[in-house]
Structure formats: structure tokens, C-alpha cells
């Protein structure tokens, strides 16, 4: 063919264009999953070779830079990188970051909906039999657990309620343990008669804001599944126990830094460091933050107990999340498989903890770090896994979490119970 | 310009040859007719475009008529639900559409306004108004999470220049919480927005000024013709070509503020700061990339059509003056 006419030409990129179109016509979608008890465990083999480690824990980068030296001198043919995202990041994208294993041949997932979504996508590995799900607290494993089958080992046991200045406490003569409502109001009351805000509150950052949804909601719902029956429908939050709970949020507006709705989570850190604020409503996850602010009053946790009258279901809560896993995709399971061991091991994940200030789930671990010891005895008190993860559609959970900060806010109980509602009834 | 190869022809012959062509010239090499090679030259350009465009353009219209959640194998062909729930069962969905219709229409009347008055007080190319234009082309060379990080730290209530400002000269009354109030949140953003951009638009309004013959103006002038006169009869009409270009690209930067919402609010934001774009990415986030696909092209479409009718408004205000 020595010449071509425009029209041939034309027929040649419709040509084009047809199979292009034809081509995306293709169905969504990828390999089904197996069912979750036939999934396989990480292939055994040689340690070598390069292995992505993908997780959302910035701060902890040099903490796990230094156990990776640790493990790649125990393990000289392994080269291994870590692959950070922002939380938010890797809340929004991280299956599809991992799915294929380009990054993430070991891997942490965020409790909840996340990992419930990387087990339906089949992105897990099955490690019921590792070595490394020996190591655990048998208790708190049931996070990385679907159907009997152990999935991802949670790696930190966090505590998501309001960290406490001590110095301010015992200055104030304030309760550090109020057994019910009025006993908390008292705390609070107490510590506004010292001339502190009572609760520095980052109500303008929702993931952070929302941790006090989990104390405030814990001991007034009518069932422990409370998120799940929310998002199925079977609770509402027009329910007079949803609305009493609101009401309790309106009362601690006067206990809130002022225009607490606006506050970022980090300058609610700062009035906490500089003792402005004798309450930091976030959890435990904060110590490291605030320790590097320059505070260095002794601190404890406090759970802002809603129940009223009588005795209370729990004494707390806490959250096993960091979910650690193994990629089905990884072409490198077995240096993956060997990492997540490494991390498991007591002395490892000791290291971890002491170095980051946070709780881990394996057992055996000796703490040495100051505020970690002031805080182990959490781990032995009747606390129930924090509830806001028990939703599985954020948009359920945001609106959820938005009626409290509607309400603190200035609006009306009912109509912010009933505003949300409204969003949960169109995903039901 | 005509040109004429191979020699002019007799008047008669060429009167003839536009007439009926003869025989011989319907046989003659057709001049379309060039070396196939020259056709590949293009097809690089046109495969990335397939590739990387019109197949996930056309894959969104797809997966917009199915269940799929994004990762699952298993999904079900939905028809035109997505759309029917995007307008009538979801109220994050119109709540974001509202939202952001507001953030543009207050992005584009300011920016414009803003850019455009910033341009005329600096249209002429004096060393103090190539200073100061670039001191408010600055902002635009910052990236939206660096502005999105600056503005909330002036906008905190606690720590914030803002009400520092104002404590600092005794209007404690006017001190607020901005981001945290939903009544005004999404104004306090729209004025970063233009903040940030306003600079870039006046660089555009300069370019059309200076294209303006000051000979208009001169005889404007002796006519007796006032300063606002001058602007409605003279520089509003001819700086046109610029004004469009602002305002589409304005309405487009509006509707995908994307970074600068999150990056000011977080992810994912409050209703009260949720846009179109953000609310597509909470769906994709939300695992219902069927749903999110439709929201897309309803996005796009949007986009269209807002333009489309601004460009007609435009021209027809500008036509009047």
C-alpha cells in the first residue's frame, strides 16, 4: 500500500476508536474473592527480595525505620520500604493502592469498613495458623477476624477518651474516675471553677472530633451493636436514648474551649500541651503529639461516663486497630509473612510501643515507656471496642457524628437527630 | 490569497474549469492523497488520547449504570438509578450541589471583580506595577494544600491571625469561629479561594487592557465621556475576550476546589464544606464507584452547561454595551 485516502485513513482511527470503545465496554470488576475460611495462608519460601510495607502512621516512620534495620540485619537478603499515606489518604484509596500489590506486600488496615472491604476484595492472606497469630492477646484479635478466620493481627490497642492533665486535676480537686453523668459534669464544673477550660474538643476535624461520639454513646444505647443496628435500620437516631445522649453533648458546651466547632485537631492539642485545657477529647493515640509539644505534666485518661443512676455497662473504651495483613497479590509473601512475624514478636512490638507511646495487642510486652505504664491498667478494666467503627458507610457515620457537633453547635437535639436520620434512611 | 501552481491559466479555461471540470481533471491525483506514513504520525497522540481519555470516559458512562462497589467481582446493571438517587433520594448530594453553586457564584463575581480592578490599577508597566503584579500573582504559585494549611491557621478561632487581629485592636465582638460556623464556612473559603487565584485572573484582565487602543480612551475624553463611562462604553466591552476566559476558567477552578476543601477542611469535609468534587471522592471513598461514577458525569455535565451559559450571558451583556 503505497498511499492512503483520507477516507481509509478516517475508516483506520474509527477502527480505532470502535475497539477503544468496545475495549471499555468490558465489565467492572476483578477475580472473585474466595469464600474467607478457603483462603489461602502466605506462601513459604526463601526471606529475600524487596518487600513494601504500606501503612498511614507518618509518625511512627522512624520508630519502624529502625526495626526494619533490626529486621533486614537478621535478614540480609531482605530489602525492605515503607509506603506512608495520610490517614485519609489510605481511609479513601488504600484498597486501590494495594490491590495488585505495586505497594503493600505487608500492610495495616484501619478497623471497620476498611478492612471489612479488604477482606471482600480478597486482599488478604489467611494467617490463622502464622506464627506471628500466636503471639497475641487472644481477646483482642477478634478486630482482624472474619467469619473464624483470622485475616490481620490488630497490632495497637488504642484508647479513644479525653487524655488528663493530673497537675490541673489535683489543683482543681476534680475526680479523675466520675462514676456516672452528674459525676463527670462535676469534674468539669470543678475544673471551670479553677479557671481552665474544662475540654479542648477538636470539633472542626471530623475523624478526631468524632472520638468522643464513643464514650458519650457507649452506655446509653440500647444494644452493643448499636452502630450496625443503626445503619440497618433497626435503631433510630430520632430514639429517646439518641436524643438524651445529644442532650448530654449540649451540655458540656458551656465545659468547650469557645468556637470548639471551628478548632483544628491541632491547636485542640496545643491548649491541652500549654495547659490551657485540662482535657484533650481524643484518646491515647495523642500522648506521643503532646509529649512533643513540650507537655510534661504527669497525664491519665478519663471516660466521660453518660450513664445515669445505677451501675455502668463500661468502665471505657478501646480500639485495636493498625490491622496488619499479609497481600494475597504480593509475588513476595513469605519475606511479607517474616516481617509481620518480626513486628509480633514481644520484643519488637515492645520497642514499637515504647518508642510511639501506644498500646500493643501481643502479649507479653513489657512496658517501660512513663505513660504507657500510667495507662496499662485500661488494659485490664471492662472497656468495649470503641463503636463508631462498627459502621460500615461513612457517609452513615459522618452524619451520625454530625448530629453531636450540630448540637454543640446550637442546634436543636431533635432536629439534628432527626437531620441525620434523614441520611441514614437514604442508605439503608 | 490564491495561489496558482504550474502557471496561470487563460480566463476562459479556468471561467470553464469552475464551470464543469473535464474529464481528465476528475482523474487527476486527488491532492488528499499523501503518504500513509504521514497518518502514524499522529497515532502516538491519538492512542494516549484513547487510552487515557475516551476509554475511562467512556467506562465511567458504564460503570455510572451499575451497583459496582469497586473492588467486588460480582455487580448488577442498575440502569439510570444512580442518576434518579443522585437528584432525588440523597441529600449530601444536593446539599454539595448547593454548596456549590453558591461557592461558584460568589468565587466568579469576586475573583472577577477583584482581578479586574486589581488589573486596571496596574495596566501600565511601571516598575511599581510589575512589583505589585507579581506580589498578587504570588499566591498562585503556592500549592493548594500549602494556601489550604496557611488559611486554616488564620482561620482557627483559638490560635488564629484572624481573631488575633481583631482581639489585638479591640473588636473582640467580631471575633468568630469561620470554619466552624456552617452558616458562614463555605463564604470564609470562597474567600481564599479567590485570595489565591485572583492574581492569576488579573494577569489575564492586564493582557486584554493593554490590548485596548489608549486612542479610545483620548477621544472619550474630549467627548466629554466620564470615567465610568469610559469603563461601560470602552473597557468593558473590549476586554470581552478576557472576561470570558476568567470567568469559564473561574467557574471550573470553583467547581474543582477539591484540594483546597480538603486540605481546609479534611476528609472527608462537613456538609456545610462539602462540593461536588468532594462529595464524587466520598463516594469513591465510600466503596460505590457505580454511584460516584454517576455523580461524575453529572459533574461534567454541570460544568458545561454553567459555562455554555455564561459565555452566552456574556456575550449578550457585552453586545448591549
Excluded at chain 1, 372 to 378: E, F, N, R, T
Excluded at chain 1, 384 to 398: E, G, I, M, T
Aim: with cysteine; net charge negative; glycine share 8%.
Amino acid at each position: 500500500m503505497d498511499h492512503i485516502s483520507r477516507r481509509q485513513a478516517l475508516g483506520l482511527f474509527g477502527a480505532l476508536g470502535m475497539g477503544a470503545a468496545v475495549a471499555s465496554c468490558a465489565g467492572p470488576g476483578g477475580t472473585a474473592p474466595a469464600a474467607p475460611n478457603s483462603v489461602a495462608a502466605p506462601a513459604t519460601g526463601e526471606i529475600t527480595g524487596e518487600v513494601s510495607f504500606a501503612h498511614w502512621r507518618g509518625e511512627d516512620k522512624e520508630v519502624f525505620d529502625e526495626l526494619i534495620k533490626r529486621f533486614t540485619s537478621a535478614n540480609s537478603g531482605v530489602s525492605l520500604t515503607q509506603n506512608i499515606s495520610t490517614s485519609n489518604d489510605y481511609n479513601a484509596q488504600g484498597l486501590q493502592k494495594l490491590r495488585g500489590a505495586s505497594i503493600g506486600d505487608a500492610f495495616a488496615s484501619f478497623r471497620g469498613s476498611q478492612f471489612s472491604n479488604f477482606v471482600e476484595a480478597g486482599l488478604y492472606t489467611n494467617l490463622t495458623d502464622s506464627p506471628a497469630a500466636a503471639q497475641y492477646e487472644p481477646d483482642l484479635l477478634a478486630a482482624g477476624k472474619s467469619e473464624d478466620a483470622q485475616f490481620g493481627l490488630p497490632y495497637q490497642v488504642v484508647f479513644p477518651m479525653p487524655l488528663i492533665n493530673l497537675d490541673i486535676f489535683d489543683r482543681a480537686g476534680a475526680d479523675i474516675a466520675p462514676k456516672d453523668w452528674d459525676g463527670f459534669l462535676g469534674t468539669c464544673e470543678a475544673l471551670k471553677s479553677a479557671g481552665v477550660v474544662p475540654i479542648s474538643w477538636p470539633g472542626g476535624d471530623v475523624g478526631n472530633g468524632g472520638q468522643l461520639f464513643n464514650c458519650m454513646i457507649i452506655n446509653v444505647a440500647p444494644a452493643d451493636d448499636m452502630g450496625t443496628q443503626i445503619e440497618q435500620g433497626t435503631l433510630k437516631l430520632t430514639d429517646d436514648w439518641y436524643i438524651g445522649m445529644l442532650r448530654q453533648y449540649q451540655q458540656l458546651i458551656p465545659y468547650l474551649q469557645p468556637n470548639s466547632t471551628g478548632t483544628a485537631v491541632e491547636p485542640a492539642q496545643s491548649l491541652f500541651s500549654r495547659g490551657d485545657a485540662a482535657m484533650l477529647a481524643t484518646g491515647s493515640y495523642h500522648l506521643a503529639a503532646v509529649r512533643d509539644l513540650g507537655a510534661e505534666f504527669p497525664m491519665e485518661l478519663i471516660f466521660p461516663n453518660t450513664s445515669t443512676g445505677g451501675t455502668s455497662k463500661y468502665e471505657g473504651v478501646y480500639n485495636a486497630t493498625f490491622i496488619l495483613g499479609v497481600n494475597a497479590d504480593s509475588d513476595n509473601q513469605p519475606a511479607a509473612m517474616e516481617w509481620v512475624n518480626f513486628l509480633s514478636d514481644p520484643e519488637n512490638a515492645g520497642y514499637y510501643a515504647n518508642e510511639t507511646a501506644q498500646h500493643v495487642a501481643v502479649a507479653g510486652v513489657e512496658y517501660t515507656n512513663e505513660d504507657l505504664q500510667k495507662l496499662s491498667p485500661w488494659l485490664e478494666k471492662k472497656t468495649a471496642l470503641a463503636p463508631r467503627f462498627q459502621f460500615q458507610n461513612l457517609d452513615v457515620r459522618n452524619a451520625v457524628e454530625a448530629s453531636a457537633t450540630a448540637v454543640i453547635a446550637g442546634t436543636d437535639p431533635e432536629q439534628a437527630a432527626a437531620e441525620a436520620q434523614q441520611i441514614v434512611d437514604e442508605r439503608v | 490569497m490564491s495561489v496558482s501552481i504550474g502557471g496561470a491559466k487563460p480566463a476562459s479555461e479556468s471561467r470553464r474549469s469552475k464551470a464543469s471540470p473535464p474529464h481528465d481533471q476528475k482523474k487527476r491525483k486527488s491532492p488528499t492523497r499523501v503518504s500513509p506514513a504521514l497518518y502514524l504520525f499522529p497515532l502516538p497522540a491519538i492512542a494516549v488520547t484513547l487510552v487515557f481519555l475516551v476509554m475511562p470516559t467512556l467506562q465511567a458512562f458504564q460503570y455510572a449504570l451499575t451497583d459496582w462497589n469497586g473492588f467486588s467481582a460480582a455487580f448488577n446493571y442498575v440502569g439510570l438509578d444512580n442518576f434518579v438517587r443522585a437528584f432525588t433520594g440523597d441529600s449530601l448530594f444536593t446539599n454539595a450541589l448547593a454548596n456549590n453553586l453558591k461557592f461558584m457564584l460568589v468565587v466568579v463575581i469576586f475573583q472577577t471583580v477583584v482581578s479586574l480592578v486589581l488589573a486596571m490599577m496596574l495596566t501600565k508597566n511601571s516598575r511599581g506595577s510589575i512589583l505589585l503584579r507579581a506580589l498578587f500573582f504570588f499566591p498562585t504559585i503556592l500549592s493548594s494544600v500549602s494556601v489550604a494549611f496557611i488559611w486554616k491557621f488564620i482561620y482557627d478561632p483559638n490560635f488564629g491571625l484572624a481573631n488575633s487581629t481583631l482581639g489585638a485592636v479591640g473588636l473582640d465582638s467580631l471575633q468568630g469561629s469561620y470554619l466552624g460556623d456552617d452558616a458562614q464556612a463555605l463564604y470564609w473559603v470562597a474567600a481564599t479561594q479567590v485570595w489565591f487565584h485572583a492574581g492569576q485572573m488579573m494577569v489575564v484582565f492586564v493582557a486584554g487592557l493593554q490590548g485596548i487602543p489608549r486612542e479610545l480612551y483620548e477621544a472619550a475624553e474630549i467627548d466629554g465621556a466620564g470615567k465610568w463611562q469610559q469603563f461601560t462604553s470602552i473597557t468593558w466591552p473590549l476586554v470581552a475576550p478576557a472576561t470570558a476566559i476568567v470567568v469559564a476558567y473561574t467557574t471550573i477552578q470553583s467547581f474543582k476546589a477539591f484540594d483546597l476543601i480538603l486540605g481546609i477542611a479534611g476528609n472527608p469535609p462537613k456538609a456545610s464544606l462539602d462540593i461536588l468534587s468532594t462529595r464524587i471522592y466520598s463516594s469513591f471513598a465510600n466503596a460505590e464507584f457505580g454511584y460516584a461514577a454517576a455523580q461524575s458525569i453529572i459533574f461534567m455535565a454541570l460544568i458545561a452547561l454553567v459555562t455554555w451559559l455564561q459565555r452566552r450571558v456574556l456575550r449578550l451583556t457585552q453586545k448591549q454595551e
